[in-house]
């Protein structure tokens, strides 16, 4: 089942700021987050792999909360070039690991 | 992170007809995926590439409609088998080394069915 997304769209002004949630129904290896821009593949942002690990580098960060199955990105001081669409990817052990992307997060930076 | 080859990027087929993609990698992976992404949604896995033995498809898809190899680590491939309009879509293969690492992406495949 695909993990579920929030919010589904967000447009924001150059310099502030958003989370984009990532939920899921079922238990979790890891949580990945990936970037897509229009007409190419997806860009990997982060992975996370232990319940309550946070990490983060340069103005983007995230958290994966392994009890509630729930990670959350965060985008601070959002530039131009963050705009784009926002999966999470979703590790999960069934009777092999497989990895399940969410619904998408569009974002949209305005000058 | 490794490198993966992905062709053809695009073509346009005739109905009926079958169309094999191929992804080659830079560097030995444990897992490859096939992804399918229409415009404007999201990656839905078509199946797990397993080296050596056959594939694990998702619900929704069967061996007989994407029949895929995978010879050995580094090289895969995805036939879309008697085509019609429904299928046409981005496919996209993917590579990880292990599962606490990134995955990593070809270029994608823009398939257009007429």
């Known amino acids: 089942q695909q993990p579920v997304q929030s919010p589904q769209a967000v447009i924001l002004r150059e310099g502030e700021d958003a989370v984009i949630n990532c939920s899921s129904s079922k238990a979790l290896y890891s949580v990945h987050w990936y970037r897509q821009k229009h007409g190419e593949a997806p860009v990997f942002l982060m992975i996370?792999?232990?319940?309550?690990e946070q990490k983060g580098h340069d103005k983007i960060s995230a958290s994966f909360n392994e009890k509630k199955q729930q990670s959350s990105l965060y985008l601070t001081a959002s530039q131009l070039s963050y705009s784009g669409t926002y999966f999470c990817g979703t590790g999960r052990m069934d009777s092999s690991y497989k990895l399940i992307f969410g619904s998408g997060t569009r974002l949209l930076v305005r000058p | 992170s490794a490198v993966i080859s992905q062709k053809p990027s695009r073509d346009i087929c005739q109905r009926g007809t079958s169309l094999t993609i191929q992804c080659q990698v830079d560097s030995q992976v444990t897992m490859m995926f096939w992804y399918r992404q229409q415009p404007g949604q999201s990656l839905t896995l078509i199946a797990t590439a397993n080296q050596g033995s056959e594939a694990t498809y998702e619900s929704g898809f069967v061996i007989d409609k994407f029949p895929i190899s995978r010879p050995n680590l580094t090289f895969s491939t995805l036939t879309v088998s008697n085509m019609s309009p429904e299928d046409s879509s981005i496919y996209l293969c993917s590579g990880l080394r292990d599962r606490e690492t990134e995955a990593f992406f070809g270029q994608g495949t823009r398939l257009t069915v007429v």
């Open positions: 996370l792999l232990k319940g309550g």
